[in-house]
C-alpha cells in the first residue's frame, strides 16, 4: 500500500477505530516505512502532549475583577437592553400582523378574531403590568445592592 492510503489508518489506529483487517494493513506497512512509522511517533507524541493539557478556569477573584470594570458591566447591559428591544420590536410587529390578518380575513369565524385579538392585548396588558412592578421594586428593594451584579 501506498503513504497516502496509510496515513488515515495512523490516526485511526490512534483513536483505536480500525478493524482486524486493517489493524494488520497498517503493520505489514509500518514494517516498512520508515516515514510512516516516524509520522505514527510524531502523532502519538502529540496526543499525549494534548491529553496532558487542559485550561484553567477563572478563580473568584478574577472573575470579581472582571465584572468590577465599567466597560465589562456597561457592555453586558447594552447588550441586554438592544436584544430586549429588537425582541419586542419583533414581537410586537409579528402579533400586529397575526391580528390585522385574522380579523381582515373574511374566513375566520367572530370567535376566532375574538380569541386572537383578546390573547394579543392579555399579553401586552401582562408585560407593561410585569415592567411596571419590576421597575417599582427596583426602588424600594432593600437587598439589591447586597447582590453582586
Given at each position: 500500500?501506498?503513504?497516502?492510503?496509510?496515513?488515515?489508518?495512523?490516526t485511526?489506529?490512534?483513536?483505536?477505530?480500525?478493524?482486524?483487517?486493517?489493524?494488520?494493513?497498517?503493520?505489514?506497512?509500518?514494517?516498512?516505512?520508515?516515514?510512516?512509522?516516524?509520522?505514527?511517533?510524531?502523532?502519538?507524541?502529540?496526543?499525549?502532549?494534548?491529553?496532558?493539557?487542559?485550561?484553567?478556569?477563572?478563580g473568584?477573584?478574577?472573575?470579581?475583577?472582571?465584572?468590577?470594570g465599567?466597560?465589562?458591566?456597561?457592555?453586558r447591559?447594552?447588550?441586554w437592553v438592544?436584544l430586549?428591544i429588537?425582541?419586542?420590536?419583533?414581537?410586537?410587529f409579528?402579533?400586529?400582523?397575526?391580528?390585522?390578518?385574522?380579523?381582515?380575513?373574511?374566513?375566520v369565524?367572530w370567535?376566532?378574531?375574538?380569541?386572537?385579538?383578546?390573547?394579543?392585548?392579555?399579553?401586552?396588558?401582562?408585560?407593561?403590568?410585569?415592567l411596571?412592578?419590576?421597575?417599582?421594586?427596583?426602588?424600594?428593594?432593600?437587598?439589591?445592592?447586597?447582590?453582586?451584579?
Amino acid at each position: 500500500m501506498s503513504c497516502e492510503t496509510i496515513q488515515p489508518l495512523i490516526t485511526g489506529y490512534l483513536d483505536g477505530e480500525l478493524s482486524a483487517d486493517q489493524q494488520t494493513e497498517l503493520d505489514a506497512h509500518l514494517a516498512q516505512c520508515e516515514q510512516c512509522r516516524r509520522d505514527l511517533e510524531e502523532l502519538r507524541q502529540l496526543k499525549d502532549n494534548l491529553a496532558g493539557m487542559s485550561f484553567r478556569e477563572p478563580g473568584d477573584e478574577e472573575l470579581d475583577r472582571y465584572w468590577q470594570g465599567v466597560y465589562n458591566r456597561l457592555e453586558r447591559g447594552t447588550g441586554w437592553v438592544l436584544l430586549s428591544i429588537g425582541a419586542i420590536c419583533l414581537l410586537s410587529f409579528g402579533a400586529f400582523m397575526l391580528v390585522e390578518r385574522v380579523v381582515r380575513d373574511p374566513d375566520v369565524a367572530w370567535i376566532v378574531k375574538i380569541g386572537v385579538t383578546a390573547l394579543i392585548i392579555g399579553a401586552v396588558v401582562l408585560f407593561v403590568s410585569l415592567l411596571r412592578e419590576r421597575l417599582a421594586v427596583r426602588k424600594t428593594d432593600r437587598y439589591a445592592k447586597e447582590i453582586k451584579r
